[in-house]
T-cell receptor, first 113, second 116 residues
Framework: GAVVSQHPSWVICKSGTSVKIECRSL??????MFWYRQFPKQSLMLMAT?????????EQGVEKDKFLINHASLTLSTLTVTSAHPEDSSFYIC?????????FGPGTRLTVT | AQTVTQSQPEMSVQEAETVTLSCTYD???????LFWYKQPPSRQMILVIRQEAYKQQNATENRFSVNFQKAAKSFSLKISDSQLGDAAMYFCAYRPTQGGSEKLVFGKGTKLTVNP
């Protein structure tokens, strides 16, 4: 398997502020990471694919300027929610790709007040 | 586009009994991977089992096994001797092996309740 961490696990921020979520691959170098969003009682929705050293690929309907993704190293990808609003409140999950399997981080609960 | 359908939003099983979760998918690809992921209340996604489409033999991991019917595009998960710790959301997922896409396509999930 693979070990993936996320930080923070839970964050509360005020509307209009930005918040950064870190995703780390702890035991192997991940050239590709994925960011998902999950609403309560729903499935995972892929937001973007993060590639080390290049721009992320966003899924249709995901605002690039709203959700900034940086994959600056083989072990770290970050998701920054800019000018957060209450509708951005959600559970955000990252994953790494190793061979043909994805391994998931424990998730970050974002609450925007 | 590939789709994954889980027709059972909720299922329940008695402890020590067997339960089967259904999953169907739609694809024009001939080679792909199928997965079952478990998401307990902690919300940590855990890989339960994996099946390569080119393999005819059904995958098995301890109490978890699949019934993979490629022609019918069906991929069900059987949990034997159910335990309280099996209670979770279960997601079926698909991924092609070709075409450069590493993206997983998830079903909507099945909530499994295990009754003591």
């Amino acid at each position: 398997g693979a070990v993936v961490s996320q930080h923070p696990s839970w964050v509360i921020c005020k509307s209009g502020t930005s918040v950064k979520i870190e995703c780390r691959s702890l035991d192997f170098q991940a050239t590709t990471m994925f960011w998902y969003r999950q609403f309560p009682k729903q499935s995972l929705m892929l937001m973007a694919t993060s590639n080390e050293g290049s721009k992320a690929t966003y899924e249709q309907g995901v605002e690039k300027d709203k959700f900034l993704i940086n994959h600056a190293s083989l072990t770290l990808s970050t998701l920054t929610v800019t000018s957060a609003h209450p509708e951005d409140s959600s559970f955000y999950i990252c994953s790494t790709q190793r061979k043909y399997e994805q391994y998931f981080g424990p998730g970050t609960r974002l609450t925007v007040t | 586009a590939q789709t994954v359908t889980q027709s059972q939003p909720e299922m329940s099983v008695q402890e020590a009994e067997t339960v089967t979760l259904s999953c169907t998918y739609d694809t024009s690809e001939s080679d792909y991977y199928l997965f079952w992921y478990k998401q307990p209340p902690s919300r940590q996604m855990i890989l339960v089992i994996r099946q390569e489409a080119y393999k005819q033999q059904n995958a098995t991991e301890n109490r978890f096994s699949v019934n993979f019917q490629k022609a019918a595009k069906s991929f069900s998960l059987k949990i034997s001797d159910s335990q309280l710790g099996d209670a979770a959301m279960y997601f079926c997922a698909y991924r092609p092996t070709q075409g450069g896409s590493e993206k997983l396509v998830f079903g909507k999930g099945t909530k499994l309740t295990v009754n003591p």
